[in-house]
């Protein structure tokens, strides 16, 4: 009997103790079914190799069976048209035909010497390093046949960005709609693997540009039962893209080799199999200071299939130390990937290196992730909260609640907290928002403790939304039930106003809203509306801040429509009632600053940037015509994720916009080099997670915050 294997199960008593894809497999086996989806019969081949810890699914044949399996494959050149982006009077052109050439000849498809005996192409070779004790065994890709196509990006689909100083451009698009683009011109391709790449593109997924970003995805189309490789080809990238050429291509590749089934269903037979499972493992750290995150339960992590070996955080272009090879007269950059062992662990049959090409990149198997305790007390502060000294100054700590832990207790040092959140009933008519204090908190306490903070001088509001709570207020007939229900929440609890958090994908756009002075989305007019009720309602002292995502704000220099600059119209209506504004600078992909060039999250250049685009004011969507007016310094605070970036970044950021001090290394140059001595200060999600870190944030920023001389 194979260990975890099916060949010797009886169908009635131990198929039940399986985990659930083990059974999935097993059941389709002991019914004599395929192990392709129904759909996809003539997907690429596919074998099964049992382990202590279950089967794996990979391309190719059983190395057992020996010999040369040859997958015939169709590479499909994109070119993507976009519509948010001018050219000549014509839409912008992104075109993987040149790229062509130089992929057929790099190791994806010619020979390449790996290793002493392992002179082949790259996805072979990664599985002869997998199981290195078969001789006579490969698994190659055909010549292809080369399939142009074109895809044109629609506003609010994705968008284009071009360094000023050196002319090259680079695409942040959405991934799901580009793979359905793609099938629809492809049919069913019986038996053979897709390769699409596109050109200097990066991805986001699930239709949100804040969930960013990946070099592409791979699997089995759902509606062709196409086996599928997508990736991009980077040439001349800006100097901010640390991968080359090849290198997204063989990540997808080798994810594909190792996942063949990745989201795949049995369709018909209501069985799911959603590719190669395995426990939770640990991305390794690979910078000073970095914190072991959970990667996730597949090949690859979750959303952006990023390889334990990729470095870069959410919301940046993906990197990771490349294996150059030289072959044909040129240089290729191959990505390093994990092998099936440092997933599982070293098994029979398999081999004793963990990384591909280069096995020292990885030099010991995954680290399980370790359990998550939902709903524990959040721990006692080792070091004690700065208390804050001198008078107020204009400047403020603005941080997020989420009630693990009284209220009452927030370090001295936040001047506005913001409770979240107040949500969207789902039983309820539209419009209605409902509050309930977190368990484990007694409601008249929570009360209480509102009133002593505000005793304090410090300012407490309900944060309205919060991400994955899906908002709309479409219908005109729902603002009075909207802004009833928070009036009755801010009123009962005595908040001094409301924060809005409707993230993406609410409030979106509609097509053909072109103009945020004139917005025709309805559940945008409809907030507008319902925002000047509630402050007619409870007078001038009610406070109404907003914190769009950077898709939702800043974006909106990029390209307009859709999810990107949907708050641009709210905040030019609301603008002589908004107390103040903090953008979130980590729910946000790459974008460009005013000086014209590209710049990722988590930097001091990417606050800066992204900050004065508020500050100084832009032409919307690059359109000279519809220029967005600048934002008072007063009210604008900038946003920050606790643990996705450091004290220090932020304290520099900080430094820098309010006071001018560029810190070493600093490239963005502020349009007002003194800085803005008004700006209120940093926002900060969370302060639950601030008190968790021994107040590592809040005693750091708070402190410098609450230095600066007060403006004059």
């Not at 793979?179 to 997924?205: C, I, M, S, W």
């Not at 029979?348 to 995954?366: H, I, K, R, V, W």
Request: aromatic share 10%; proline share 8%; with cysteine.
């Amino acid at each position: 009997m194979k260990e975890a294997g099916c060949t010797y199960l009886s169908f009635r008593s131990e198929v039940a103790t399986l985990d659930t894809r083990t059974k999935s497999i097993c059941l389709l086996f002991l019914l004599g079914l395929s192990l392709q989806p129904a759909h996809a019969q003539g997907t690429v081949p596919t074998f099964i190799h049992s382990a202590a810890q279950g089967p794996y699914t990979l391309a190719g044949r059983d190395p057992i069976q020996g010999g040369t399996t040859t997958i015939p494959t169709v590479l499909v050149p994109i070119a993507l048209s976009f519509d948010t982006k001018k050219a000549a009077g014509k839409p912008f052109v992104m075109d993987a035909a040149a790229d062509v050439s130089p992929i057929l000849r790099s190791p994806i498809f010619s020979k390449f010497a790996f290793s002493a005996g392992n002179t082949t192409q790259y996805a072979d070779a990664m599985l002869r390093s997998t199981f290195p004790k078969v001789d006579g065994w490969h698994t190659l890709l055909g010549k292809p046949e080369v399939k142009t196509v074109k895809i044109t990006i629609p506003v609010g689909y994705g968008y284009v960005l071009t360094s000023k100083s050196n002319g090259s451009s680079f695409a942040v698009v959405d991934i799901e709609f580009l793979q359905r683009e793609l099938f629809k011109q492809l049919p069913k391709q019986d038996g053979k693997l897709v390769v699409a790449v596109t050109h200097n593109t990066t991805y986001y997924t699930e239709s949100d540009a804040t969930l960013c970003c990946s070099w592409g995805t791979h699997g089995i189309d759902s509606v062709t039962g196409n086996s599928f490789v997508l990736g991009s080809y980077l040439r001349a990238a800006p100097a901010i893209v640390e991968d080359s050429d090849v290198q997204p291509l063989t990540q997808q590749l080798a994810e594909f080799i190792n996942d063949p089934l990745h989201d795949s269903l049995f369709h018909g037979r209501n069985v799911p199999v959603p590719g190669n499972t395995f426990g939770g493992w640990l991305r390794p750290v690979s910078r000073p200071g970095e914190q072991a995150s959970c990667g996730g339960t597949h090949i690859a992590t979750a959303y952006f299939l990023l390889e334990p070996t990729n470095t870069n955080p959410k919301n940046n272009f993906p990197a990771s130390k490349a294996f150059v090879a030289h072959a044909g007269g040129a240089t290729y950059h191959l990505q390093n990937v994990a092998l099936l062992p440092w997933y599982i662990g070293i098994s029979e049959g398999l081999g004793n290196t963990y990384s591909f090409p280069d096995p020292q990149t990885l030099t010991a198997p995954a680290k399980p992730c370790p359990p998550i305790t939902v709903g524990s007390p959040s721990p006692i502060p080792t070091i004690a909260a700065v208390p804050v000294s001198g008078p107020p100054n204009g400047h403020q700590l603005i941080g997020y609640w989420t009630g693990t832990f009284p209220l009452r207790e927030v370090s001295p040092q936040w001047d506005l907290i913001l409770v979240a959140f107040a949500e969207p009933d789902k039983n309820a008519p539209q419009g209605t928002m409902q509050f309930h204090v977190r368990a484990g908190l007694d409601r008249e306490q929570f009360k209480s403790d509102i009133a002593y903070l505000k005793s304090q001088g410090k300012k407490v509001m309900i944060s309205l939304g919060g991400g994955g709570k899906y908002f709309t207020l479409d219908n005109a007939a729902s603002v009075p039930t909207f802004v009833s229900s928070v009036t009755q929440i801010v009123a009962d609890y005595g908040f001094d106003g409301i924060d809005l958090d409707f993230e993406t994908p609410s409030l979106n756009l509609a097509p053909g809203d072109t103009d945020f002075r004139h917005p025709t989305t309805p559940s945008i007019v409809n907030v507008i509306s319902a925002l000047r009720q509630l402050h007619d309602h409870f007078g001038p002292g009610f406070m109404i801040s907003l914190v769009p995502e950077g898709s939702q704000g800043p974006a909106g220099y990029t390209s307009y429509g859709g999810q990107f600059g949907s708050y641009l119209a709210i905040t030019y209506a609301i603008r002589d009632i908004l107390s103040f504004i903090d953008a979130q600078d980590y729910n946000t992909p790459p974008l460009q600053g005013l000086d014209g060039e590209i710049y990722q999250p988590s930097s001091v250049d990417y606050h800066a940037a992204m900050t004065e685009l508020l500050l100084h004011g832009f032409n919307v969507g690059g359109d000279a015509k519809q220029s967005f007016p600048p934002l008072p310094a007063s009210k604008i605070a900038v946003g920050f994720l606790t643990g996705y970036t450091s004290p220090t970044i932020v304290s520099q950021a900080i430094d820098y916009i309010i006071a001018g001090k560029a810190s070493v290394g600093t490239r963005y140059k502020l349009r007002q080099p003194a800085g803005y001595p008004r700006m209120i200060g940093a926002m900060f999600w969370t302060i639950d997670a601030d008190r968790r870190g021994n107040y590592n944030y809040s005693n750091v920023v708070g402190p410098e915050l609450h230095s600066y001389a007060a403006p004059q």
